[in-house]
């Protein structure tokens, strides 16, 4: 049987949730993924270091205890955050970088950022320590286009941002657009940015072609073929700059399907595998070990994982629905049959 050995992987962008729900987000990443970046927009954000470490307390208890899982959390950036959170969120030993949500542009924003400009000086310091700055790179101007918000937010914002504080680590997070790969292509070694599977595998077509998909509804929403063409050879291109960041990010079904429904896909148990069936369609077998498990803890200044993970090629269907918490999820590619399982 076909099998790929490749150092254990990394999830360098996912939602856990909180409460009974953790049970089943934690053992679903921490049986693949060595470490993660635990998105901090709770209902009540991760906004100080205290709350990093309750947080944190939270998860621990809920890794499988034959696992080694370390979760890696963030700060949540407000208008009142300040240089003396940074200086703290530096000196803690569990806190790797501080998230930027345009107030209002996706779920668990509401607390965001209004005007970026106003934080510059809380940037520079995080430039000064060398903390990164996760952003969710999404215009919070209502009369943008929603398909345009990632393009209009690297004009307006990002590319000033960067002009100002050029030596800011920066990870721009699930990427979505040819203009992103290009910029962060363009721009130095401080600019990374993770790329979903979800984005990888579908365009718009996909949620919007034939019936409504609610399940392939997330943010930033998904684009035209041409700019999933761009992300799959971004990926697959061994340019370090991309990593795997899998933006799982769970929502009850009775929340997805809905006539107000929330944003957010459930990839978390079947990520690897998605992976590893697109690298392969795509004949770049060979660059999936780096780009799911070398190139994001080098860019974090981590180190890469010792221990390794096998994938062989074996189908494994996907199931329709899966326990979370009390309620239910339905996983991304819920009753399809993936190519590769985890052995
Ligand atoms: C995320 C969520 O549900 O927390 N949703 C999403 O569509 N990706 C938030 C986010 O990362 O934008
Ligand atoms: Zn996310």
């Known amino acids: 049987m076909k099998s790929l050995t490749i150092t254990r992987p990394d999830d360098w962008h996912c939602h856990l949730r909180e409460g009974d729900r953790l049970g089943t987000t934690v053992p679903d990443t921490a049986r693949t993924f060595a470490r993660a970046i635990v998105m901090p927009n709770l209902n009540d954000p991760v906004t100080s270091v205290d709350k990093a470490r309750n947080y944190r307390d939270a998860i621990l208890p809920h890794i499988p205890i034959d696992t080694a899982f370390t979760p890696l959390m963030i700060l949540y950036l407000t208008a009142h955050t300040s240089k003396t959170d940074i200086d703290a ?99 130095g070694p401080n600019v990374g940015a993770t790329i979903t599977p979800h984005h990888l595998l579908y365009n718009r077509n996909d949620m919007l072609g034939h019936s409504i998909k609610p399940h392939l509804f997330c943010l930033p929403i998904l684009k035209r073929s041409h700019h999933q063409t761009a992300l799959l050879e971004a990926a697959t291109s061994g340019n370090s700059k991309f990593f795997l960041g899998t933006d799982s990010a769970p929502h009850a079904i009775n929340k997805k399907e809905s006539s107000c429904g929330c944003a957010g896909i459930y990839s978390a148990p079947y990520a690897l595998a998605f992976y590893a069936d697109i690298f392969e369609h795509e004949n770049k077998l060979d660059k999936l070990q780096a780009f799911a498990s070398h190139y994001g803890a080098d860019f974090y200044g981590l180190p890469r994982n010792q221990e390794t993970l096998t994938l062989i090629k074996q189908e494994q269907r996907i199931p329709d629905s899966l326990a979370f918490g009390a309620k239910q999820v339905i996983p991304m590619g819920a009753g399809q049959t993936l190519a590769w399982s985890i052995q």
């Open 89 to 187: 969120a530096q000196s803690s030993d569990f806190i790797y970088g501080v998230k930027l949500y345009p107030a209002g542009v996706t779920t668990g924003s509401a607390a965001g950022v209004r005007k970026l400009t106003s934080l510059y000086p809380v940037l520079e310091r995080m430039a000064e320590v060398g903390l990164p700055l996760l952003i969710h790179g999404e215009s919070r101007d209502p009369a943008i286009d929603v398909f345009d918000r990632e393009r209009v937010f690297i004009e307006k914002e990002l590319a000033p941002l960067c002009e100002t504080i050029p030596t800011l680590k920066i990870v721009l997070e699930h990427i979505t657009t040819k203009e992103a790969v290009d910029f962060v292509s363009d721009s």
